[in-house]
């Protein structure tokens, strides 16, 4: 590992960090968790990220790395659960710590409508940042590069709190060759028939060519969003993840368009087959503020896109045991799915409606899903 100074603007100037790739990070984390644990001894590590796909391969290699070392880590997710936020993430990790365990903070949240992290956020966590040495937390942090000069500035003496700053490197330094090394890696995961996968590999080649000669950001989105349905269409799950994360990585994160709402919905549908609930609700969740967004002009409107959305954001939400909220994701999609006249959506939905009722006990209701299902 190399001990430097961030790379990015005003953060050169004041955050001294620890520049490594992600295996050297993932093990230097554990074993300092370890030893903190051992001798019941504070810890508060920051680790920084430039993409949601480096966040998401680094997350899944901690997670596995903690657990071969006997470790427990408690997950929060303070933008996608306002009970890990403020005011309530503090007593959470006192808890955490009392079992011996390391806390885990996906990321700042943001207020609605805004980009930058939240500043109430940032305060609460520095006003009761002596808990941190008094309880002897274990707290990791995620924090995005683009946010990390706001925090430092708004962190005040939680800064100095800190045992270490590390930055996620990509190896060679090349964020185009990494993430396609990566698709080859995965491709050789894929349950597919041989003669499916050199499809899939020949296709993701012609696409990385097409991108390397690609300029502008925009394009580049639209391709990695081609790359993402099709490999979507195949079921070839975690490239179709890491394709649409990239393009999400290559367009502001204002941007409210089609294209922007079609990668979230392709990053989350894929996370959310792979089991990666937190992360492909925050997807799914995003898509569908964007199709409703778009959706206010008539010529922008994407009605399929919207109704897939709240389809798979239903099946989610039943997924972590919240039937309420799937069935209001349901609900909202039939109406949409019967506007277009696209009776399979239609009596997908139904079907999972009923199914619904009946693990609720509405028998009646669900008996009236099903057989409005069969009418159609």
């Not at 659960?81 to 990321?107: Q, R, W």
Request: overall charge negative; charged content about 30%; hydrophobic content about 40%.
């Amino acid at each position: 590992m190399e001990e430097n100074h961030s790379p990015t603007g005003d953060c050169a100037r004041i955050m001294p960090t620890i520049r490594a790739s992600r295996d050297a990070v993932v093990a230097e984390i554990v074993d300092r968790s370890r030893r903190a644990i051992a001798a019941n001894l504070p810890m508060f590590l920051i680790v920084q990220y430039d993409y949601k796909a480096d966040r998401i391969a680094f997350l899944d290699s901690l997670r596995s790395a903690l657990t071969h070392a006997g470790l427990y880590a408690r997950e929060f997710d303070p933008v996608q659960n306002p009970d890990h936020g403020t005011g309530s993430l503090y007593p959470l990790m006192a808890k955490v710590s009392a079992e011996d365990a390391v806390s885990l903070i996906f990321d700042l949240p943001r207020k609605a409508g805004e980009i930058c992290a939240d500043q109430d956020f940032i305060h609460y966590l520095n006003i009761h940042r002596d808990s941190i040495a008094g309880s002897r937390f274990r707290m990791i942090l995620m924090l995005r590069k683009k946010d990390a000069a706001q925090f430092i500035r708004s962190a005040g003496d939680l800064w100095d709190f800190r045992n270490a700053t590390f930055w996620l490197e990509r190896p060679d330094s090349g964020h185009s060759s990494w993430i396609w090394d990566r698709m080859e890696t995965q491709l050789s995961e894929l349950p597919a028939s041989q003669a499916d996968s050199e499809e899939i590999r020949a296709h993701i080649r012609s696409v990385r060519s097409l991108i390397g000669r690609t300029k502008a950001a925009s394009d580049k989105a639209d391709l990695y969003l081609g790359l993402s349905q099709w490999l979507f269409r195949r079921e070839a799950l975690r490239p179709c993840s890491e394709a649409a994360l990239e393009g999400l990585g290559v367009i502001d994160d204002d941007e409210i368009s089609k294209r922007r709402a079609k990668l979230e919905y392709h990053a989350g549908a894929s996370l959310y087959k792979l089991n990666e609930l937190i992360d492909a609700k925050k997807h799914l969740e995003k898509a569908l503020s964007v199709y409703k967004e778009i959706g206010k002009d008539a010529q922008m409107r994407d009605p399929k896109g919207e109704a897939n959305t709240l389809e798979s954001l239903g099946d989610l939400r039943l997924r972590v045991d919240d039937p309420n909220g799937a069935g209001d994701a349901y609900k909202d999609a039939l109406p949409i799915y019967r506007e277009i006249k696209d009776r399979l959506g239609e009596a997908n939905t139904l079907k999972a409606l009923g199914a619904l009722r009946m693990r609720v006990d509405d028998l009646e209701g669900a008996g009236d899903a099903y057989k409005d299902d069969e009418s159609r």
